[in-house]
């Protein structure tokens, strides 16, 4: 960084990458450990398969490789490179996994973090990482979304193991002086809903020394309230898009994309539903990765882009929700 530019006034997408583990769990594999069916959870969610890190594989490497692809997608040397934000709930180290990603992408002239907020996390860290590039302070970030959500779930609960697998995004964003591809955005938060889904800790009482007590840390599986997370995205998704597009002067129809948080089908479906979009312009890869929280929506925009779905110039409506509560949402225009 060499000072504030302050000619900078928007960001443009230069890249994406993604990354997936090798092992697939099927739903019929889940029906040999639990008490479900292959057709109980395509019916409920859209699920087909998820995939499941393995021994070799955690949020770091996946993350490393998803950022690697959107680098070089962009064609940006990594000594260009910025900012770093790493957008997880499961990071290898709790004190942050982003500057091992750096290491390993050797961005040397790059600061890295993490940014938690679950499944907001990517649409947060995203709009977190433009307004250091909008600000003028940097140039170029990469922005990752990567969760290792199977390390949390209780596999022996089916009303939640089912929903969720692990995975990775990035996008390569850069500071422009002519325009700005980040439309607009909404961010929300609501701490009084926080018990609807979270991973708390889980601390064991002992002592020092006399009289001298601590918690050991430790974390409880996922805990969710199914019911109540459906109904919390269902009314606010649409709510947040709707308020964005009024602030930004927008409707559904100058809209190419709905990119939503891939969660459950039925939540994309009858958010399309209210927000009067056709089924053809609802993205949706989660019959085949579930739910991997901060990685779904880079993942669907990466996929998407290399498939010559989404193209140059699209504008995309995306929307991320989940843990706290917290949810949000941004119009952008891919490149
Ligand atoms: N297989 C078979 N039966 C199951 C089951 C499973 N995996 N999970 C729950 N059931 C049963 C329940 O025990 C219940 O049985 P009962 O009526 O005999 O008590 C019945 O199915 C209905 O349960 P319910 O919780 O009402 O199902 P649902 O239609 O709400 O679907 C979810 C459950 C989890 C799929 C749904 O609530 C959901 O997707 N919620 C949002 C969760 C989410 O997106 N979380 C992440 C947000 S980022």
Not at 54 to 62: A, F, H, I, S, Y
Not at 208 to 229: A, H, L, R, T
Not at 238 to 252: A, E, G, Q, R, T
Not at 307 to 314: A, V, Y
Request: aromatic fraction near 8%.
């Amino acid at each position: 960084m060499e000072g504030i530019n302050f000619n900078q006034i928007g960001v443009s997408f230069k890249g994406s990458g993604s990354y997936v583990p090798k092992q697939i769990l099927t739903n019929h594999k889940i029906s040999d450990k639990v008490d479900t069916s292959d057709e109980w959870i395509k019916s409920r969610t859209g699920i087909s398969q998820r995939r499941i890190a393995g021994l070799e594989e955690n949020v770091t490497q996946m993350g490393y490789k998803a950022a690697m692809s959107a680098i070089q997608m962009a064609k940006w040397d990594v000594e260009t490179i910025d900012l770093i934000v790493l957008a997880t709930s499961t990071p290898n180290d709790l004190f942050g996994s982003a500057p091992a990603i750096q290491a390993k992408l050797c961005a040397n002239n790059a600061v890295a973090f993490d940014l938690t907020a679950a499944c907001s996390g990517f649409l947060f860290a995203l709009i977190t990482a433009s307004q250091f590039l909008k600000g003028g302070s940097y140039k170029r970030a990469i922005v990752i979304g990567a969760d290792q959500m199977s390390s949390y779930v209780d596999w022996n609960d089916r009303r939640s193991c089912i929903l969720f697998g692990d995975g990775a995004g990035a996008i390569a964003i850069e500071a422009t002086n002519e325009f700005d591809n980040l439309i607009g955005f909404n961010m929300r938060t609501d701490g009084q809903r926080g018990s609807f889904l979270n991973l708390p800790s889980k601390n064991k009482k002992d002592s020092i020394i006399d009289k001298i007590e601590y918690s050991s840390g430790g974390f409880s599986p996922v805990q969710m309230n199914g019911q109540e997370v459906y109904k919390f995205a269902v009314r606010e998704v649409p709510l947040i898009i709707k308020d964005l597009f009024k602030k930004v002067n927008y409707n559904s129809d100058k809209v190419d994309w709905l990119l939503l948080h891939q969660a459950n089908q039925r939540i994309l479906d009858s958010v399309g539903d209210k927000l009067k979009f056709s089924k053809e312009k609802i993205l949706s890869n989660l019959q085949n990765y579930g739910n991997t929280s901060a990685g779904t929506i880079p993942l669907m925009i990466d996929e998407a882009i290399r498939n010559n779905t989404i193209k140059q110039n699209d504008i995309i409506a995306t929307s991320g929700f989940g843990a706290g509560l917290s949810w949000g949402a941004a119009l952008i225009q891919w490149g």
